[in-house]
Nanobody, 125 residues
């Protein structure tokens, strides 16, 4: 059983930056593909980004490409999401998740087995 705890959310203005963290416990972190999803009010949860087990490969949704960056520190069992140039449409609850899928470009939520409780990001205009 893997436990995930996100942190770092908050209220910011458009154009600001935030860094989310997700600390994992209960498993071998370096064995897992890690991903970030987000869910805006009244909308479905959608894929944001994912990272390979070693951290050498990343994959992004088009909506965040060139603005967001995922990284991981396997020694600290933590994955990060650096969010720059934030827009009001980035407002959502952000979730980190663990996948045991074969490939790091895993975008479907059903391919992720464990989820954090989420952290709220609100971007004002």
């Amino acid at each position: 059983q893997v436990q995930l705890v996100e942190s770092g959310g908050g209220l910011v203005q458009a154009g600001d930056s935030l860094r989310l963290s997700c600390a994992a416990s209960g498993g071998t972190f370096s064995n897992y593909i890690m991903g970030w999803f987000r869910q805006a009010p009244g909308k479905e949860r959608v894929f944001v980004t994912s990272i390979s087990r070693s951290g050498s490969s990343t994959y992004y949704a088009d909506s965040v490409k060139d603005r967001f960056a995922i990284s991981r520190d396997n020694a600290k069992n933590t994955v990060y999401l650096q969010m720059n140039s934030l827009k009001p449409e980035d407002t959502a609850t952000y979730y980190c998740a663990v996948s045991t899928a074969r490939y790091y470009f895993t975008t479907q939520s059903h391919e992720y087995a464990y989820w954090g409780q989420g952290t709220q990001v609100t971007v004002s205009s």
